[in-house]
């Protein structure tokens, strides 16, 4: 599915220019949404009350290299794309899979990371060792995302949907839910140090990939941060940040990247 959308990552749909600051010799600043509980992607830090993350750390990061600010901007993550097609806000950076529906609204930059969707249940869930035997059960999803548009694929799945992926998991820790579809890396970093609660089960399902939203025809932003990307590897940056959240090295290649 993702080989037909490889040939438009990276491109606009138009000449729109990016809105500036008011004073020319300024900086731009661009609002940026995201959905702060998906870590280690975007969340808040307990202590400092401060937004951190893979997402947060990139886009301030390409922000440096192509010369503007960063406005962050926490909304739902079911709202984001709307923000971003509606011009309410410029730049959308939260885990976002680029898919064709969201390519009819958006456009995307070139891929950042490749993921996938995976199945949490309870550690003492012995039931459920696939997604053939998600079948009939109780799965709870987040609002907006892939993994939730994946459950309700399901046959005779009961999907209920939330605002946020830890309403997911306190539901499957409190029994209103069988099992969580959601994307790996955030349910890796949910489940890293509560092993006596959660699992993953079964083989990884959807590859995926995500990108950063842009608003339709602004191809003079999308060009930035295609740009801005693409020096954030040819320096070393990039794989300085991956490795920091992620504790392994970047893949060496991601689809789309001849076109940055």
């Known amino acids: 599915m993702l080989i037909g959308l490889i040939s438009v990552f990276g491109f606009g749909c138009g000449n729109e220019q990016a809105a500036p600051s008011e004073n020319e010799t300024e900086k731009p600043t661009y609002t940026v949404a995201f959905e702060a509980t998906f870590p280690p992607f975007e969340s808040k830090d307990a202590e400092t009350g401060e937004f951190v993350g893979f997402d947060i750390d990139l886009i301030r990061a390409i922000g440096e290299e192509e010369g503007f600010d960063v406005q962050l901007m926490e909304m739902g993550f079911d709202g984001i794309i709307a923000a971003v097609q509606t011009g309410n806000v410029d730049l959308g950076v939260s885990g976002i899979t680029i898919r064709e529906d969201r390519l009819e609204s958006v456009d995307f930059s070139t ?5 996938a969707l995976s199945i949490v249940v309870r550690t003492d869930n012995d039931t459920i060792k696939g997604v053939e035997d998600l079948k009939g059960k109780r799965i709870a999803v987040q609002i907006g995302t892939t993994g939730a548009d994946y459950a309700k694929k399901i046959e005779g799945a009961k999907v209920t949907e939330y605002d946020a992926v830890t309403d997911c998991f306190l539901e499957l820790k409190n029994g209103g839910a069988d099992a969580i579809v ?6 890796l970093n949910y ?3 509560n092993e006596q609660d959660y699992k993953i089960v079964g083989d990884t399902l959807e ?3 995500y990108g950063i ?7 003079e932003l999308l060009d930035k941060i295609n740009s801005g990307l693409q020096k954030l590897k040819d320096n070393g940056k990039f794989a300085e940040l991956y490795k ?3 504790e392994v090295d970047p893949p060496e290649y991601l689809p789309g990247e001849e076109n940055a």
Request: charged share 25%.
């Open 213 to 219: 939203a842009v608003k339709k025809g602004n191809k």
């Open 191 to 193: 489940i890293k140090g």
């Open 244 to 246: 920091k959240w992620f």
């Open 111 to 115: 891929p950042y990371y490749h993921s």
């Open 182 to 187: 959601n994307d790996n890396p955030v349910n």
């Open 207 to 209: 590859s995926e990939y």
